[in-house]
């Protein structure tokens, strides 16, 4: 497999702007961001700070032909995935490898239904608390990059040259040996705090500081761990403890991505979180009373922001 020498991203949120950005440090020019002509205006317009330096990236069309890339990295929230893979189409060649950072457990199936499950490698981060407002973006930890195979017992040489560009870039990362099991695992703490949070409106410090705040969290959180053995994954109770070490250690004012949604009155990914477990609930015969409640409170809450 060649060295990466373009990569296109998909998605200049918290997360994509974070990351990418120190792709877009060691090489400019190999860098280029996937955004409509609506989006590539207003960024122009207003460019980036990244916590506290300046971006002024380059942005290319959906519509642009014939600048196909090594890699490209998708960074959307769940309910943009169906437009991102139309608007990545032109970049895809046979080669081209495509890592999804969202979270949730099925985002890399649906891309790989679409451009072929060989150009997928599997990704989530985990430990970053960026936060975005408008085009500032900002965080305390970057934390890291799990990504690789489905399984990772030895490593592929597409992972090898991402790992190879991680190490050039100062990303952190690490290569789970079953990223199946990681992507469940990090669902799992995704469904406590991201929901649980922006019910509550509460900032990490909150769930640091208050018993009832964690324990809501595991409440949701032990639905998807019922869930992950019925399909095989068997997450285990000793996983929660794994989940608060890192909750531990994300900035006391940071926020989840699901609280900055709702106070920002942009849809949040409660399908693909509580939606999910409530799915796979009915497929198993298992109930989820804590996400079935979270999924219309949330649901409330965006309708509540709509009619503002
Ligand atoms: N924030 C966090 O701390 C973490 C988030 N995640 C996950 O990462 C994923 C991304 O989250 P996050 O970065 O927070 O999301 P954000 O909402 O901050 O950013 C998403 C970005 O995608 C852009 N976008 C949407 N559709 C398109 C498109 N078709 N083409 C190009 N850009 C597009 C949006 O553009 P526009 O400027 O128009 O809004 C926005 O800038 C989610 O699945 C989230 O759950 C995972 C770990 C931590
Ligand atoms: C784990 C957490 C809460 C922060 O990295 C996250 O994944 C999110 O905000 O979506």
Redesign the pocket.
């Known amino acids: 497999m060649k060295k990466i020498e373009t990569i296109a991203v998909?998605?200049?949120?918290?997360?994509?702007a974070a990351y990418a950005s120190k792709l877009y440090d060691i090489n400019p020019q190999s860098v280029k961001f996937?955004?409509?002509q609506e989006?590539a205006e207003?960024y122009r317009r207003t460019g980036f700070t990244i916590n506290g330096k300046p971006y002024d990236f380059n942005y290319v069309q959906p519509e642009e032909k014939g600048m196909p890339v090594d890699m490209i990295i998708v960074?959307?929230?769940?309910h943009?995935l169906p437009?991102?893979i139309e608007?990545i189409r032109n970049y895809v060649e046979k080669d081209t490898m495509i890592l999804s950072?969202?979270?949730?457990i099925s985002s890399e199936e649906i891309l790989g239904s679409v451009y072929g499950m060989e150009k997928m490698l599997y990704g989530?981060?985990?430990g970053?608390?960026?936060v975005?407002e408008g085009s500032v973006i900002s965080y305390t930890n970057i934390g890291k990059i799990n990504f690789g195979e489905k399984q990772n017992a030895t490593l592929s040489s597409r992972v090898e040259v991402v790992k190879e560009l991680f190490d050039q870039a100062g990303i952190p990362y690490h290569i789970p040996e079953d990223m199946l099991r990681t992507l469940w695992w990090k669902y799992a703490l995704?469904v406590g705090v991201n929901q649980v949070s922006a019910v509550l409106k509460a900032p990490y410090g909150v769930f640091h500081e208050m018993e009832d705040a964690r324990e809501l969290m595991k409440m949701a959180m032990e639905e998807v761990l019922i869930l992950s053995q019925k399909e095989g994954v068997n997450l285990k109770p000793e996983d929660m403890e794994e989940f608060f070490k890192i909750l531990n250690t994300l900035a006391p004012e940071g926020k989840?991505?699901m609280l900055?949604?709702v106070e920002a009155g942009?849809k949040t990914?409660v399908e693909m979180l509580a939606g999910t477990v409530m799915n796979l609930g009915k497929k198993h015969g298992v109930k989820t009373p804590v996400n079935d409640m979270l999924f219309r409170m949330i649901r409330v809450l965006e309708e509540m922001n709509q009619e503002r």
């Open positions: 998909a998605g200049l949120g918290a997360i994509g996937i955004a409509n989006r207003r960074a959307v929230k769940f943009d437009q991102v608007d950072l969202l979270n949730g989530s981060c985990v970053i608390d960026a975005r995704n989840t991505s900055q949604d942009r990914e």
